[in-house]
């Protein structure tokens, strides 16, 4: 019964961090004329640097965000280091911006000379959340890519030396983030959890986590290629529901049947979900090697969740094997399961 409380309060404690701190993007295009950035930040990211909801009134209008351009251009333009051949330079003329219906701003500039090597360091992660994380794509002319990076706070320079051919792949830096994602996304976690706790063999513990990860991928894969895009305020709420059914189900099915196809059904749901995050950092708009991405954030959810029910699904078996505990474990953590499925979807819907 202590393990139960443990893993109660330890879970309890992160219910409010269910999602990563923020994702962003930037892409560099070098052409003859020189360098052309273009920012790309989810409008509430912004609120970091330029406040707009300057009349109080917790809501953000067309008026604000028109009036805070000018100041959202000159902090990113100082919190940018750009240097070319060598040498620090700064924008040719005040950043552009534009507003879009995804709530997202996007900051432009443009740089002289044309760069044969470059150096950006990006100073502006500073500015926002712990964890914030900025994908950078460097570009030619003709929309090949020449190098590509993900930066942190500790980590925000990024450089290319065309002379010396140098090149990056962000093969392991997304693979990085879908690990991260998926160990850090205690939303689906818990409604894996959920699903796993009512196992007693490997066979089907292994049907479930193979349906999950079939239907997640789907959806990711064509929601991140932005095939289909749903709204998060949709999405999120459904995956909260999707936790509270299970644990309902636990709860009053002594032993379900179908959890396979149900798993499939609200995995295709969560996949949505996984999706978010790169649909933040618009991969789709990486005009090559938009599948690099893709696969290997998904090959990282895959790793993490691996990880995940390695660890547990011994621990789980072993309690069922204890006939005091197992009289509890189930109704216990199912309970559990539905107060935070149902915490999520009361913020999620009316918060």
């Not at 513990?205 to 079939?214: K, L, M, P, Q, V």
């Amino acid at each position: 019964m202590k393990l139960i409380s443990f893993l109660f309060l330890f879970t309890f404690a992160q219910i409010s961090f269910a999602h990563d701190p923020g994702l962003s993007s930037a892409e560099v295009v070098l052409n003859e004329k020189g360098v052309d950035v273009s920012i790309t930040f989810a409008l509430q990211d912004t609120e970091a640097f330029a406040p707009m909801d300057n009349d109080g009134d917790a809501e953000v209008s067309n008026e604000e965000r028109e009036a805070s351009k000018p100041e959202v251009a000159a902090l990113i333009a100082k919190e940018l280091e750009v240097t070319l051949n060598n040498q620090n330079v700064k924008p040719v003329k005040a950043g552009d911006v534009t507003f879009d219906a995804q709530n997202n701003a996007h900051i432009s500039f443009h740089y002289e000379p044309a760069a044969t090597s470059l150096k950006m360091q990006l100073l502006f992660l500073n500015k926002l959340p712990d964890g914030h994380k900025q994908v950078v794509t460097i570009k030619d002319a003709a929309g090949k890519n020449l190098s590509e990076k993900m930066l942190t706070q500790q980590d925000n320079v990024i450089e290319l030396n065309l002379a010396a051919g140098e090149s990056s792949s962000m093969f392991k830096d997304f693979f990085v983030l879908g690990v991260e994602h998926i160990l850090t996304g205690y939303d689906h976690l818990l409604f894996l959890f959920a699903l796993l706790i009512v196992t007693h063999r490997f066979w089907s513990a292994f049907g479930i986590i193979t349906f999950f990860t079939i239907a997640h991928s789907i959806t990711l894969a064509i929601a991140g290629m932005n095939l289909v895009t749903i709204p998060s305020t949709i999405i999120e709420p459904l995956i909260a529901a999707s936790i509270v059914y299970v644990g309902l189900e636990n709860l009053i099915v002594k032993e379900p049947k179908g959890r396979k196809y149900l798993t499939f059904a609200f995995g295709l749901i969560h996949g949505f979900g996984f999706a978010a995050v790169l649909q933040e950092m618009n991969i789709s708009s990486i005009e090559t090697g938009i599948l690099v991405p893709l696969f290997s954030f998904n090959l990282g959810v895959e790793t993490g969740q691996l990880i995940v029910t390695t660890i547990s699904l011994p621990i789980i078996w072993w309690l069922h094997t204890k006939p005091l505990i197992e009289k509890y474990f189930v109704p216990i953590s199912s309970v559990f399961v539905c107060l935070a499925g149902g915490f999520w979807l009361i913020e999620r819907t009316i918060l």
